[in-house]
Structure formats: structure tokens, C-alpha cells
């Protein structure tokens, strides 16, 4: 499913998301027509089903002309690290070895609902596979700690949003010479979210798939046009979609319901780089406020979360490791079945030859 955009006139994007149920969806003509009403009247704008309106929120926003960031202590944002701010772009990392940087939002962020749209790019020198680390986007408890996950520091406490560029599990695999069958290939650059409560560890060698609520393919690197990355976090639903082909479209990355994300934690975008670089930029972080109308019955039922956590995450691991059967396992399980077989028929062969033997000797 393709959700529309817009855009305003700064040829930023403006969802059209908020405007439909998923499931339900709207004829296209209508999204433009909708579209059209937006982009004439209002910044903010309500959902009949829903009643939900979106206002951008500047305090939480990081966009050009990227006033006093990274100077004042005024500022909104902070930088950290190797990154660097540019008439042009907040660079996380330049495109050269073992760098890190990061952007932080100074102000913990309370609000219920949110959505923020991500304006970035990822580009260098290196050819396909040969180039790293990748960008992540952040909704956490702890801002400017320096570390492995893209930048920032492991345990994290919250949401992480990672647009990873190298493929470290294939890569150890190839090195090992073992098969990797296509059922558990993770094309990349792959786009996944994790959640965190400060005692989950995130895998890097394996691409931190064993922590992975879910993810899609992005082909994100040395494009021409503008790339888009959405994040939404509504009725404790989190959705990830992206902009990355020009069309000024949204593409479905991944859908959960039931993430408790508590309130007053920090936005943030942070970068690495290895033996392989990239430059990752920020263009713009946008965060748009979601007011949702909740019942009283809702209200009520809704507990004050103090701990991140997912619903039935077991059952997304579960899922995840039938699906992530690998191709050696495949093959062995395989192998000992028909090696079963084979001893199972050898000792039936063995009895059954020894009781026709002692069944002759009988008759003599
Ligand atoms: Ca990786």
C-alpha cells in the first residue's frame, strides 16, 4: 500500500496518512482532492475518523537554516562527536573512517501521539556493500552517550529507528564460506526499528536481527532525489514508512501495534563509520504533534507506561525465528532425516535377515 503525500512550499512533505484508517482505504482521486483542501488552507488539518490534527512543532524540529546549532546553547539541538552543521545539512559523519556524530533535542519530549518526518542522505565514494555504517533515529531516555549502535550508546532506553548500509551477518557468513539462502536474506540497505529498556543489547554482527520488530529493503544511497523517512507512533501503533523513490510517496516499511513508549524522552539522529564511510546527513527532522480524541473508557485504560516494551514480543521472535531457519540448518536437518532413514532400514534388514536365517535353521 502506497499512502499519499504532499508537499508544501518548501517541498518538504506533508503526510496525507493521518487522513485514512489503515485498511480503509480512500480512491486516489480523493487523496488529491483532500490534498488540494490542505495544501490551500491550513498547516494543521483533522481526520473525521479519528479526529486527529497535526501540528508541526518547532521545538522538537531540526531544519534550515539551522539557527545557533552546534554554536549556541540556545539552541534547540545539540551536536556531538565528528558531526557538523552546514548552510546545507547536518552532517552526522563525513565520508571518511571510524567517525561518529550525532544531533540531540535539548527538550524532552511529552506529547502522547507524534509523528516525525526525517529529510536525510546517505552518500560517498564507496561502491555497493562497500560502504557503512548507516544513520539511526532516535526516541530515547538518554541523549549525547557516544557508543556502538549506530553512534549511540548500547542498553538504550526507547525507540531506534536504523537505516543500516552493511550488511555484517552476510558478509561474516560469505567469510565463512557457508550458504545464505534468499527465505533469510535481509536485502540492504535494510530500514528495521528496536526497542529498548536498558538491558536489551543490540547485535551488530548479525544486523541486530535478533531484537528486530521488523524492517524493509531501502535502496537509500547516492540517489539524486530527496529520501524520506517517516516515523509514527499513534494509539501506541509505531509505523515506519519511506519516501526514497522521487514519487512523493510513502511506502509501508513496518507496522506494530502494542510499542509502550514512555513520555519525556529525547529525539535524536546519530551516525558511524567503520573501515567503510558514507556521509549521513540531516536535512530536516520534523515533528508534527498528533491530537487524538481518546474516550473516557480509553483514558481510563490507559496505564501510564513507565518501561518500554512490546506486546506479544514473543511472538514477533517466534515468527521471526521460523522464518529465520537458516539454510545450513535446512540442510542438516535434511541430512540426519534421510541418514535416520537409511540406519532405520540398514537394522531392519539386519533383524529381519537374521530372522529368516534362524526361521531356516528351524525347518532343518
Ligand atoms: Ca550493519
Known sequence: MAAASSRDHNGEPRSLFSLMSRGKMLPWKLYWTFAFILFTTSRCFADDDHGMEEFLKREYSLSKPYQGVGSSGSSHWELMG??????EQVRLTPDMQSRQGAVWSRLPCHLEDWEMQVHFKIHGQGKKNLNGDGLAIWYTKERMQKGPVFGNMDNFTGLGVFVDTYPNEEK???????????RTQRIFPYILAMVGNGSISYDHERDGRPTELGGCNAMVRNLKHDTFLFIRYVRRRLTVMIDIDGQHEWRDCLDIPGVRLPQGYYFGATAITGDLSDNHDIIS????????????????????ITIPSVDNMDLLRMGQNEEGMSGIAIFFTVLFTMLGSIFLIVIGLVVYSHWIESRRKRFY
Open 82 to 87: 565528528d558531526s557538523m552543521v552546514t548552510t
Open 285 to 304: 527532522l520534523k515533528l508534527y504533534q498528533l491530537t487524538v480524541l481518546r474516550s473516557q473508557k480509553e483514558k481510563e485504560q490507559e496505564d501510564e
Open 172 to 182: 561474516h557468513i560469505e567469510a565463512q564460506k557457508k550458504r545464505y539462502t534468499p
